[in-house]
């Protein structure tokens, strides 16, 4: 085994008044931003309120979206921009803003190119709700993305030698005459002023502020989320102190399989389904295409009266996600030698249970889910004992909303126009997704709009030098 990468985030008493760059936020978009930009010349500073690194970037499981890339190939899988364009666009409801689809969509293969030559390989492929063919690229290790992906960036932040500071939380930002000139934090209760002629906000989404979701979504209200702690919208909150624009902020994720059975909410990876398992209700009786996007799941889910529902799934599937171990690890998973002991260990009707599973391996052969329309994630059947259960209900998850922003990433004003020196990239972006998000857009997001920033941040500073 290979030693585990530890980063160590920088004293504080190292941290200067004044750099080129400030990126506020150390998930994915912070990291892939900070490295773009640190790799064409700039010194940014990477910022992160709470002790922890990775912000909900490290939560992500199922992996990368992206098209026509070699990987795919390398899988006999020929794709394209366009198909990837029209999925996401259904997906999201085509309310997507078409502008940073089109980017979005024509770019992540470029973005895989840029992991694997940072030697981070995802050279594997599985599938998510929505789509029709397998793009979503992960490690061929199996890992979850997020935790592989956020601990990948770091050591390239440790390469090149990118202060990131944990415990800095960035309470303002200070503009002149629309442009940027500093921010403003507090570490340790004491206030630190910084000055930078370029920000680029990589501060997450708001699907842990009870405060934000009550004023844009109060029907949410009931809801548990799948979010870290930090994800309150800060960033949100900053840039619309300066007039930035704010779109869909109305426009929340709830995502499906969530195991909420204790105080804390863990998301079951999409691509446990995506693998090949089915959800049952208290009948033990399919309901809904489990793959369908994770808007119209979590609405058949939501429509059992509160039951929940339950991911039914055997050896074979769990082979192919390594994330069940860690479910299983921490309580998660009911275990049977057989489909009905799995019935009686999870508390569902057996007859119905195995006649379920009988009846979708028979789909599985045919390739033809009569009863549902399923027709992705049917690669394996559900026969290799032993089996296995989740009992999960829908969450709070991802929101789409948040800045306005062009396909260069800089944040626009209501009028259009932009704020010079402000960039942003990841979750804190409203627009992409619609909506609805599909899987593994999230990863492809901050890995091709996280570059972008740190390239537009570049060329912004050129120009003013
Ligand atoms: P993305 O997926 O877009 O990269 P993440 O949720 O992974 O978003 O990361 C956003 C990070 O930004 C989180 O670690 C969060 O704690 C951090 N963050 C949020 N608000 C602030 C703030 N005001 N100052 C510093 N860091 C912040």
Redesign the pocket.
Known sequence: MPEKFIFKPSDLATLKDNYDLVV?????????SAIQARELGLHPVI????D?????????SSGMNAAETTVQLDHQIVDSFQDFYQETYNGGGKLNNVELLKYFTEHGALAIDWLAQHGIKLDDLTITGGMKVMRTHRPSSLAPI?GFL?SELLKQADRLNIPVFTG????KLEADDDQITGIQ?VANQHEINIKTSAVIL????FGASAELLKKYRPDLAKYKTT?????????IA?AEKIGAKLVDMDQVQIHPTVQQDTDHAYLIGEAVRGEGAILVNRDGKRFVNELDTRKKVSGAIDDLDGTGAWLIFDQGIRDRVKAVEFYDHIGLVKTGASVAALAESTGLNADNLKQTVEKWNGFVEKHNDSEFGRATGMDRNIVKGPFFSIHIAPAVHYTMGGVGVNKETQVLKDDGTTIKGLFA?????GGLHGNNRIGGN??A??VVF?RQAGQQAFKYLKQTD
């Open positions: 506020i936020g150390s998930g994915g978009a912070g990291l892939t910022l992160e309120k709470m922890k690194i990775g912000g909900n970037t490290t939560r992500a997020g956020v800095v939380k960035v309470i934090a990589a501060s997450g989404g979010n870290q702690p930090g994800a309150t919208g800060d960033g900053l990239a990841g979750e804190v972006v999230s990863i997001e901050i996280g």
